[in-house]
């Protein structure tokens, strides 16, 4: 598809003529006197941009030798009936379900495991820092697919003491690729008040559909003389973060709760003797959703 280019062209797009009256084409009648319809240049240049448009809208660049983009466009744009979805929560190879002649696959990066907190004598606390979440990437694939890798992160591991969590791993299929989270660091013991960090979220790339980014953890914070809350982990494309608080005591970070989530940070408070060092809880798994179409 290609946009007309000979010397007797127009250099812009002339403009509209007012609305007429809709009507049909015809070749007009030399016994009653009916002239045939003029094809003007108005109407061929409305079609050319239809169907430059369509190439055009679909990702595709125009192209003089190729006779088949209109129809690649069309396919690209229309997604057929749903066949199957095959949801992989580790790592494998894709075998096509029959009939499958287009694929959607949305990519989820592992969440980032949550940072432990040192032990405490009354007075203090500790908070570590929760995970990040993965990020995600989405794309429409019409080819190249059958036994592609599978690949799906592993959620990071949580830590304990004043250490940090460990990164999420990275998801991918084909062009698509989403990182995991950032692991959340470890936390010393601390009078108050005392505020915490953050760990970032992963990144998708490659999707021709969408690419998103985790989102990051939200600090913790010790605060007066009673309490230490660490703050909600980050989540990806589903929902599923944790947190945890705590008063007088010690808590284990909770793991995270969906897909690509981060696991929530260890916890500890001691205006009432002290506690022992905590554990930050592992990231979630990532995960590839392949839903297919006929």
Do not use: W
């Not at 005591?249 to 916890?267: D, E, L, S």
């Amino acid at each position: 598809m290609f946009r007309i280019d000979n010397t007797t062209v127009a250099g812009t797009l002339p403009a509209p003529t007012p609305v007429g009256t809709p009507g049909y084409f015809t070749d007009g009648s030399a016994a009653g006197g009916i002239p045939a319809t003029i094809v003007s240049a108005e109407f061929l240049n409305m079609i050319q941009e239809e169907l430059a448009n369509a190439v055009i809208g679909a990702g595709l660049t125009l192209s003089k030798t190729s006779f088949n983009q209109l129809s690649t466009a069309m396919a690209g744009i229309s997604p057929g009936r749903l066949l199957n979805v095959q949801t992989f929560a580790a790592s494998g190879t894709y075998t096509p379900t029959p009939g499958t002649k287009k694929i959607r696959v949305t990519v989820v990066g592992a969440g980032g495991g949550g940072g432990g907190s040192a032990a405490v004598v009354a007075g203090q606390g500790a908070c570590g820092v929760s995970g990040g979440g993965g990020g995600f990437a989405v794309g429409i694939f019409t080819s190249g697919y059958a036994g592609a890798a599978v690949v799906v992160g592993t959620g990071g591991a949580g830590n304990t003491g004043n250490n940090a969590g460990a990164s999420g791993g990275t998801s991918s299929f084909l062009t698509l690729s989403a990182t995991g989270g950032g692991g959340g660091t470890g936390s010393a013991s601390a009078t108050v008040p005392t505020a915490t960090g953050s760990a970032s979220g992963g990144v998708g790339s490659g999707g021709n559909v969408h690419n998103g980014n985790g989102s990051s953890s939200n600090p913790g914070a010790v605060i007066g003389t009673n309490a230490v809350i660490a703050g909600l982990s980050g989540t990806s494309l589903y929902a599923g973060g944790r947190a945890n608080a705590t008063i007088t005591t010690q808590v284990n970070g909770g793991p995270g709760g969906a897909p690509g989530a981060g696991g929530a940070g260890g916890v500890g408070g001691g205006p009432a003797g002290g506690s022992a060092a905590a554990s930050g809880g592992n990231g979630a798994n990532g995960e590839v959703m392949i839903e297919e179409f006929t």
